[in-house]
């Protein structure tokens, strides 16, 4: 069965970006001139994804009118004759089907996407973390979708990360089957960098058969009380083949903000109407340090 639907969980209250996210999502903090989720969406939809699943909460609601049409504001630009402006405007709405589905309380990551299980239905499904942004080609998901498609299981997307960073992630014991990809045999959550059983690392994306719903629904609270996803994925290991893909591409961690900071400039650099503004800007403050 094709991978048509992702799930992005969008509930937090992004407190690490306060006073910021006071008043709007951390979802919808801008890197350069779009909100950061808008890139993960494009990525789910580059990758063949028709039906995006947003978990939010209570004051998300501008991440739905991110990607609804604005009639106002498309009137305006055509009648400034801002054609360019107007086109990536009136995309958003148009980009895939967006299905917004309320998390009422916080229970953790594992509980976000269960909370989309009657929206997907019956049917394998991305899960892509707002927090990490991609830039690979092919897109992250895409790169998934066709190791689900050759290995028939789920796939988690991992990273060999510096010891002395595991502690931040997801670490799997497994086998290497194929270059770059590995049987999973254990996943642990944020293991001591001495107790891990490896550096390989999930790192914000996922791509699941629909049986990890059931173990989700009985998963029993696990680190800091939640229902953890990786609980869940280490289960779900135990009964049927879960792989671990070390995918090609760049990795920003936009949930932090050094890693915000960066995805910004890479972002920045890439575009060709702002990459010597930002060089200058970048030479100008090398001086000073």
């Known amino acids: 069965m094709k991978v048509k639907k992702a799930v992005i969980p969008a509930a937090g209250k992004g407190t690490r970006f306060l006073p910021a996210t006071k008043a709007i999502a951390k979802e919808m903090l801008p890197i350069v001139?779009?909100?950061?989720?808008?890139?993960?969406?494009?990525?789910?939809?580059?990758?063949?994804?028709?039906?995006?699943?947003?978990?939010?909460?209570?004051?998300?609601?501008?991440?739905?009118?991110?990607?609804?049409?604005?009639?106002?504001?498309?009137?305006?630009?055509?009648?400034?004759?801002?054609?360019?402006?107007?086109?990536?405007?009136?995309?958003?709405?148009?980009?895939?089907?967006?299905?917004?589905?309320?998390?009422?309380?916080?229970?953790?990551?594992?509980?976000?996407?269960?909370?989309?299980?009657?929206?997907?239905?019956?049917?394998?499904?991305?899960?892509?973390l707002g927090d990490d942004i991609m830039d690979a080609d092919p897109p992250v998901t895409a790169q998934m979708i066709r190791a689900y498609e050759e290995f028939g299981g789920s796939i988690i997307g991992v990273l060999n990360v510096p010891r002395d960073k595991v502690h931040l992630y997801g670490a799997i014991k497994g086998k290497e089957v194929k270059p770059r990809v590995h049987r999973i045999e254990r996943i642990i959550e944020k293991p001591k960098p001495e107790e891990a059983p490896s550096t390989i690392a999930s790192t914000g994306r996922y791509l699941f058969t629909p049986r990890i719903f059931n173990l989700l629904e009985d998963q029993a609270p696990g680190r800091d009380g939640e229902i953890q996803l990786t609980d869940a994925i280490d289960r779900l290991a135990q009964i049927e083949p879960v792989y671990a893909l070390e995918y090609q591409g760049l990795r920003f961690d936009a949930g932090e903000k050094i890693g915000y900071l960066r995805a910004n400039l890479h972002y920045a650099l890439k575009r060709s109407d702002l990459a010597s503004g930002v060089k200058e800007i970048i030479r100008e403050f090398a001086k000073k340090i």
């Open 33 to 128: 001139d779009r909100p950061t989720i808008q890139y993960v969406v494009e990525e789910a939809v580059l990758s063949g994804v028709k039906t995006i699943v947003l978990i939010t909460s209570r004051g998300k609601s501008e991440i739905e009118d991110h990607f609804d049409l604005a009639p106002e504001l498309e009137i305006l630009l055509q009648k400034k004759g801002d054609q360019k402006a107007y086109r990536e405007v009136h995309a958003l709405a148009e980009m895939c089907e967006i299905i917004s589905v309320r998390q009422q309380e916080q229970k953790g990551l594992g509980h976000a996407v269960l909370c989309a299980r009657q929206v997907v239905g019956d049917e394998p499904f991305a899960v892509l």
